[in-house]
């Protein structure tokens, strides 16, 4: 927790801030389980002079369960830019505003990142109270492998569109994270194992909540279940996994291929690489990049290729 002296003392780029200037504090809330609040959550909402939420109705029952009387003002996606310069102004007259999405952590795939671009660019003072992040929860629910994740939020409605970007999606060489609607999730399921059909999948219901549920299994299997199920009930997360090195390389080629190129091997990329004079770590970054790779296979492989 900020001590009176750290808050006295708060530096950002460009600018010295003191006691009197305002503060604008990006709130993480609970994502189901209200007992997940912390101690500083709680002060921070009780010290604030208002607070920005996406909907007053449910931070109003937050603030109930808390006791906390703070003046809520609306402050989703359809009204950010026009409260914008009204925040910034309060700002600078040295107010406490505090920013909440409906759960979970602000700013990420919300319209908090607006605020926090705004007042950083005016040079006044932001601070992030951590709590809950359904993406790292149901990262770690899923028991997929996550050495690097890609969070996607929430793909396009319409089912071209969807799997089209499904499509992009299956390159990046890591987990994929996914939100979606109860009442689409079977069809996104069925759309993801259309596109990446080998691929191991969780879904993550309900997280931090009584009926918290995690599903796992091959997508199209995974795909069927869902779908046999009828009717899906609470928030749903899905992780993907990542692909494997095989996969990887079988969708350049593919890629390649139906840009009329022909795909070399990694193998060949490597001496063409070599014979042209390019140094072997510049090489190594570029082609982990090419093919999906962690750089230090990629320099091993250069290192044995060059050798032999």
């Not at 007053?56 to 109930?64: D, F, I």
């Not at 040295?94 to 040079?123: K, T």
């Not at 390389?249 to 690489?273: C, D, H, M, W, Y």
């Amino acid at each position: 927790m900020n001590t009176s002296r750290e808050r006295e003392t708060y530096q950002t780029k460009g600018c010295t801030s003191v006691q009197s200037q305002g503060l604008l504090s990006m709130v993480g809330t609970p994502i189901g389980n209200l007992s997940d609040i912390s101690t500083r959550v709680a002060e921070t909402l009780a010290a604030s002079d208002v607070i920005l939420c996406e909907d007053t109705r449910v931070t109003g029952r937050l603030l109930a369960h808390l006791e906390i009387h703070t003046t809520l003002v609306r402050c989703d996606e359809n009204v950010i830019a026009s409260r914008v310069n009204e925040v910034l102004e309060r700002l600078e007259r040295g107010e406490h505003i505090s920013f909440v999405s409906d759960a979970g952590m602000p700013g990420v795939s919300d319209p908090g990142q607006r605020l926090v671009d705004a007042a950083l660019d005016a040079g006044l003072r932001v601070e992030v109270i951590p709590g809950p992040s359904a993406v790292t929860c149901a990262l770690v629910a899923s028991g997929l492998a996550m050495e690097h994740f890609y969070f996607e939020g929430f793909l396009p409605r319409r089912e071209k569109e969807q799997c089209q970007r499904l499509t992009d999606l299956a390159f990046i060489p890591g987990a994929l994270v996914i939100y979606e609607s109860p009442r689409r999730v079977a069809a996104t399921l069925s759309n993801i194992a259309a596109v990446m059909p080998e691929r191991r999948v969780a879904l993550v219901r309900e997280l931090t909540k009584l009926h918290e549920e995690v599903v796992r299994d091959v997508v199209p299997a995974l795909a069927q279940a869902i779908a046999a199920r009828g009717e899906v009930r609470g928030e749903c997360v899905i992780v993907i996994a990542a692909p494997t090195e095989d996969e990887r390389k079988n969708r350049v080629r593919a890629f390649l291929s139906e840009q009329g190129q022909v795909a070399p091997t990694l193998e060949e990329a490597i001496a063409q690489g070599l014979a042209a004079g390019e140094s072997k770590t510049a090489l190594a970054k570029r082609l982990s990049k090419t093919f999906s790779m962690p750089r230090g296979e990629v320099y091993d492989r250069i290192v044995s290729v060059s050798a032999g």
